[in-house]
């Protein structure tokens, strides 16, 4: 099954909650309008589909390796890069101060969720590019961001994010990579870096290092991290590039998935340390390599959902073909088997497929809006509104999508019954690549932390309280329409939103007393409260098609098969803390 861009849901999804049909006249895109941005989408899909969808199988079984010090790829993958740098795309949402072409993320998100859906493994290189980039754009000096960003804009040298050792993982404030002052400005790097997605690879001409570490004098703990670009070749006043800095990959992982995607243990500095240069402050570089974390947060959840998306593809495609038993609908002296998508049981499987990576891509949708508004709205109020919503958003986007991802890739197994744990169907690559993603870029337990203990109380509770408003609206805009084709949606809607109603006000009143009590129910809370985000937005998209619409039918399937958790999930959140807490000491595991 090869892999198809679906434009018509992406279009949809971005006319529901990105505002699609106003670009032209919200004044928020000057120069663009609905036409421009679904031409670039429709062509990034026909790139997707002809170049980087068939590298995929052949990523994963060949995989990238290190040979003697050099990482190879899998046959293909630098042609496609080639290609990809020659078509422009690594210029799309990046700055035209830097050469870019500075599309709004209502573009960016949407093309990103295409790349990793024809090839997560090639999609993490791009990905990591951009957060690198944002990263120098805002922490840089004038000096840096004219020597690095024009060419890391082009796509002729790609970028790294260089966070984690072996004893300093989600805490970073154990790192000791060392930076040591120089008299010439510069700072000497020495230390090592696990888990460093495309560390190393030929791809490109130039790869910059964005390190955390630490100076002999900093503060202990994360107080005392600052960041560094680092450089594998120097690069000389004139541009062009000097020698190999001491910087090598010592390592590949083994790895479950992504196997194309280059995981690297690199080495700083052993023979005498790397040339590193400042990015930002002294110790203030957790702040803006955060910049870079949080830009990717909303990029993973677009994996997510493109993920989904390809799994959805493959599986669809095969229950049309493979035929086993006869269905209810086929004539009772009928000879051949019935296909299996006839059967009740795995259509309800590709429903659920499908609806929770619609669900997923709307709310990551609703996401880069909000992140427009924030960024170009020319008035203060809306930017600072729209940058609180886009902060409540967020965990949603990453941890929602991600976690759909692995169980929408599982159904897939599923439906494709015995064949589909065996590799060669291309069923299981996508349950193996989508294992990562609730890991990385902040465990998606770290997002449910994040959105109960620092997003619900921005602004004083003024985004979600203003979030549950805007759902209720759509609900009651979903009852008064009284349409018979969405069955009984806008009950399961308003059970849904009173569940979460609950819920949040349970937040509220138990965080500042207890906050080791809402953390322990913070996992089921996000949960909760995407179900409800992406099920009233799939109800608000519906309305504005009619009963034969497959939009109608998502919708109502997704509100009353899969929104009924909702009340459960309410009743985890306010009543299962402390079956968790009871056991603090490790009885249980003792």
């Known amino acids: 099954m090869t892999y198809q861009a679906p434009i018509d849901d992406i279009v949809f999804a971005l006319e529901t909650v990105a505002g699609l049909k106003e670009v032209g006249t919200n004044g928020l895109y000057p120069g663009l309008d609905q036409e421009t941005i679904v031409a670039v989408i429709q062509e990034a899909g026909n790139f997707g589909a002809e170049v980087l969808a068939p590298l995929n199988a052949i990523g ?6 290190l040979l003697e010090g050099n990482v190879t790829t899998p046959p293909g993958f630098s042609e496609a890069y080639k290609s990809f740098v020659s078509g422009g795309w690594s210029t799309l949402p ?45 922490g840089g000096s004038e000096a840096l961001k004219a020597k690095y960003l024009p060419k890391m804009v082009a796509g002729q040298w790609t970028g790294t994010m260089n966070l984690t050792e072996p004893h300093a993982g989600s805490d970073l404030g154990p ?56 450089p594998k070749f120097l690069v000389n006043d004139d541009g062009s590039l000097g020698v190999r800095n001491d910087v090598i990959c010592a390592g590949v992982e083994h790895k479950l998935g992504i196997m194309a995607s280059p995981t690297c243990v690199m080495k700083f500095g052993e023979n005498g340390g790397a040339i590193g240069y400042l990015v930002g402050e002294e110790n203030r570089g957790l702040a803006t390599m955060f910049v870079m974390m949080n830009a990717a947060r909303l990029g993973v959840g677009a994996q997510g959902v493109g993920v989904a998306e390809r799994a959805t593809q493959h599986a669809v495609a095969y229950a049309k073909e493979r035929r086993q038993g006869k269905s209810f609908a086929a004539p009772r002296n009928a000879a051949a088997m019935s296909p299996i998508i006839e059967h009740a049981d795995v259509r309800r499987m590709l429903l659920t497929m499908k609806a929770l990576t619609q669900a997923a891509r709307m709310i990551c949708y609703a996401t880069a809006k909000e992140l427009d508004v924030a960024h170009r709205s020319s008035n203060e109020n809306e930017r600072d509104a729209a940058r609180n919503k886009a902060a409540l958003l967020t965990p949603l986007a990453k941890a929602f999508s991600t976690d759909i991802a692995n169980e929408v890739a599982s159904l897939g197994v599923q439906v494709h019954g015995g064949m589909g744990f065996v590799e060669e169907t291309g069923a299981a690559q996508f349950l193996r690549d989508a294992r990562i993603l609730p890991i990385y870029e902040g465990t998606n337990g770290i997002q449910a932390i994040d959105l109960v203990t620092r997003k619900l109380t921005l602004d004083g509770g003024a985004p979600v309280t203003g979030m549950l408003g805007e759902l209720g609206g759509i609900i009651a805009s979903v ?45 089921p809370y996000l949960r909760l409260m995407s179900l409800v985000t992406g099920g009233t937005y799939l109800a608000k998209g519906a309305l504005t098609k009619d009963a034969a619409s497959p939009y109608v039918g998502i919708a109502r399937f997704f509100a009353e098969n899969l929104l009924p958790e909702a009340g459960s999930l309410s009743q985890s959140v306010q009543h299962g803390a402390d079956a968790v807490l009871v056991d603090a000491h490790g009885a249980v595991f003792a």
């Not at 994963?60 to 390796?65: F, I, P």
């Open 60 to 65: 994963d079984r060949v995989g990238s390796k």
């Open 94 to 138: 990046c700055s035209e101060a830097y050469g870019g072409q500075g599309l709004p993320e209502i573009a960016s998100t949407p093309v990103g969720e295409i790349w990793n859906a024809a090839n997560v493994s090639f999609g993490l290189c791009p990905l990591l590019t951009q957060g690198a980039i944002h990263a120098i754009e805002v």
């Open 175 to 230: 790192l000791s990579t060392r930076a040591v002052r120089q008299d010439d400005g510069t700072y000497r790097i020495t230390g090592t870096k696990i888990f460093i997605t495309w560390g190393e690879h030929g791809m490109a001409e130039n790869i910059i290092h964005l390190v955390l570490a630490r100076l002999p004098d900093a503060p202990a703990g994360t107080r005392g991290i600052s960041l560094f670009l680092v």
């Open 479 to 523: 009852r008064a329409a009284k349409r018979g084709d969405l069955g009984h949606t806008s009950e399961r809607l308003a059970e849904g939103l009173s569940a979460l109603q609950s819920a949040t006000l349970w937040m509220a009143q138990t965080l500042p007393g207890n906050p080791e009590k809402a953390l322990a129910s913070a996992t």
